[in-house]
């Protein structure tokens, strides 16, 4: 989808592959679960989502962002650099 030459980015939704996507929540609860005061980027970014939203709002946000990330590394075939998520 676009609006106005940008690219809008959708959430998780129920269309698709449903065990892909359970996988995706149960990797995001894990990683909620494990990057408590931590100073990565991406670390940053969780605790200051789970300190906003529900847990469970969290855990799609972070499942999400892992689909995103996947989907990107796949695509680009390309190694995955910790680096550019640096404006998360």
Same mark, same amino acid.
């Given at each position: 989808?676009?609006?106005?030459? &940008?690219? /809008?980015?959708?959430?998780?939704? /129920?269309?698709g592959?449903r065990?892909?996507? &359970?996988?995706?929540? $149960? ?5 909620l $679960?494990?990057? #408590? ?5 991406l @670390? %940053?970014?969780?605790?200051?989502? #789970? ?10 946000a972070? @499942?999400? #962002?892992?689909?995103? %990330?996947?989907?990107?590394?796949l695509t &680009? &075939?390309?190694?995955?650099n ?5 404006g998360?």
């Amino acid at each position: 989808m676009s609006t106005g030459g &940008k690219a /809008k980015l959708i959430g998780i939704s /129920k269309r698709g592959n449903r065990y892909l996507r &359970k996988l995706f929540i $149960h990797g995001a609860r894990a990683v909620l $679960h494990l990057v #408590k005061d931590r100073s990565a980027p991406l @670390a %940053i970014w969780v605790d200051q989502l #789970k300190a906003r939203r529900h847990a469970n709002v969290a855990t799609v946000a972070m @499942a999400n #962002k892992l689909a995103r %990330i996947a989907w990107t590394v796949l695509t &680009k &075939k390309e190694h995955f650099n910790p680096s550019v998520l640096v404006g998360v």
